[in-house]
């Protein structure tokens, strides 16, 4: 069992940036692809960016070039660097770790609580 804490939301301006974080409980963290979900209302949870046990990363089309996706294993945490920020990033963003082999369309795994993020016009 891994429990998944998000933190690091906000409100912020167009084209500003946040820095959200997902700390996780237990020390088997890197043994997990790890991966930022968001949500927006009405609409359905897609993700966003994944990073695997062994670091090679994926990015959806509407953030690549402007969220970067980490994850530092010692401390049993996930960041997702967003940068240039539109209003459409407005979702509830959610972490999610799951073996490398799962299929990232599935609803498998640990999630978090998600973290609420708002960008203004």
């Known amino acids: 069992q891994v429990q998944l804490v998000e933190s690091g939301g906000g409100l912020v301006q167009a084209g500003g940036s946040l820095r959200p974080s997902c700390a996780a409980s237990a020390n088997t963290f890197s043994l997990y692809a790890i991966a930022w979900y968001r949500q927006a209302p009405g609409k359905q949870r897609d993700v966003v960016a994944r990073?695997?046990?062994?670091?090679?990363?994926y990015y959806s089309d509407s953030v690549k070039g402007r969220f970067t996706i980490s994850r530092d294993n010692a401390k049993n945490t996930l960041y997702l660097q967003m940068n240039s920020l539109k209003p459409e990033d407005t979702a509830v963003y959610f972490c999610?770790?799951?073996?490398?082999?799962?299929?990232?369309?599935?609803?498998?795994?640990?999630w978090g609580q998600g973290t609420q993020v708002t960008v203004s016009s």
């Open positions: 990073i695997t046990t062994g670091g090679t990363t």
């Open positions: 999610n770790a799951r073996p490398d082999w799962a299929d990232w369309t599935a609803d498998v795994g640990f």
